[in-house]
């Protein structure tokens, strides 16, 4: 048992060992209660029970930046809650997203929690990987954060002069691929997301998948292009691969509470995307400024980050006031 207290206190990325294993155990208690206790049934998840859940996360979000600000200085702290800020400002456009592509398989919203708490432990492989892959970018070339900074303003202000057309996932190249290499049934099996039935031609009995196991699939491709635009957005904010990626993980582990409530509410929330772009344009600017000029105080990072998302949020909500109106009237 000697080698244990030598294995805890490893340097891991610039951490303790602990530090990652006591995340990622907090990660697997809020999973757990995910799926055993919430999920159990199979229940829908109604609109408030979704926003009082979305407050839980949050409210643990919020108290690990605390964690974070105690123990290791208030710039570190600041960094978290401005990565967090960001991490779950932009996976809020995700939200609209994932709606489509469940509309699109004709997925029920009983069975859409559960495909959503399981495609997290894909989003902490594939976000793991990403950000690992970052982290040693960053670390051995300077200038890689100058290209994270183009990119970014590039896809704000791409963001910014986008059209409002909805994706039309029948002409999606990666749906059509994977729905012809993937045996899927024409109907859903409950939660099942495999089933075995006879062949075809042959009549043996063979695997297939279930358009709940596709959704989830391609929920994870989508969620894998997004994290093209958020992990880069982090690095901006700190170089600190573990407040990078607890700040992540943590936006995302929320954001599937706050999924029903958002996507009921899709259409209050349609100049959020401006905000969002604008948000990267900071960004991409401010790694600039800080090659060439210095650091951009954290406060001011956080000030900014915030002020244009709810902007962004109550611009929204007050241009859609009417649309409110009349489906209460309605």
């Known amino acids: 048992m000697e080698f244990l207290p030598s294995f805890l206190t490893a340097d891991v990325v610039g951490k303790p060992a602990w530090l990652w294993l006591a995340f990622l155990g907090l990660v697997a208690v809020l ?3 995910d799926l ?14 979704s926003l009082k859940l979305s407050v839980f996360y949050i409210a643990v979000a919020v108290a690990f930046g605390g964690y974070i600000w105690w123990s290791m200085g208030p710039e570190a702290g600041m960094n ?8 779950k400002a932009l996976s809020i456009d995700n939200v609209f997203v994932i709606s489509l592509i469940f509309g699109y398989f004709a997925i029920p919203a009983r069975y859409q929690y559960r495909a959503l708490v399981w495609g997290i432990l894909a989003v902490l492989v594939l976000r793991g990987i990403m950000i690992g892959v970052g ?12 290209v994270f900074g183009a990119f970014l303003a590039f896809t704000g202000v791409k963001m910014l002069f986008a059209g409002d057309e909805e994706a039309d996932l029948s002409k999606n190249k990666a749906v059509g ?38 959704a989830l699939v391609v929920i994870n491709i989508a969620d894998l292009v997004f994290a093209v635009d958020s992990v880069p957005a982090i690095f901006a904010i700190t170089t600190d691969t573990y407040i ?44 600039f400024w800080a090659h060439f000029f210095g650091k951009v105080d954290p406060a001011i990072s956080l000030g900014v980050t915030l002020a244009l998302i709810a902007g962004g949020v109550l611009v929204s909500l007050w241009k859609t006031r009417g649309e409110a109106e009349t489906k209460a009237i309605g």
């Not at 055993?36 to 029970?49: D, F, S, T």
């Open 244 to 287: 990078v990626f607890t700040a992540n993980i943590m936006a995302v582990l929320g954001l599937r509470a706050l999924y029903f409530a958002l996507a009921a509410m899709a259409a209050r929330f349609a100049y959020l995307k401006y905000a969002l772009a604008l948000v990267l344009v900071f960004i991409g600017v401010k790694i």
């Open 31 to 33: 999973l757990a209660f």
């Open 36 to 49: 055993g206790v919430l999920n159990r049934k199979g229940k829908e998840l109604g609109v408030a029970e």
């Open 80 to 87: 978290y809650y401005t990565g967090y800020a960001i991490e």
């Open 177 to 214: 691929w994977l729905s012809k290499r993937m045996r899927v049934t024409p109907e859903l099996h409950g939660e099942r997301f495999f089933v075995r039935q006879p062949h075809p031609v042959t009549g043996k009995l063979v695997l297939w998948t279930t358009p709940l196991f596709l």
């Open 135 to 146: 982290a040693k970018l960053v670390q051995d070339y300077d200038w890689i954060m100058l």
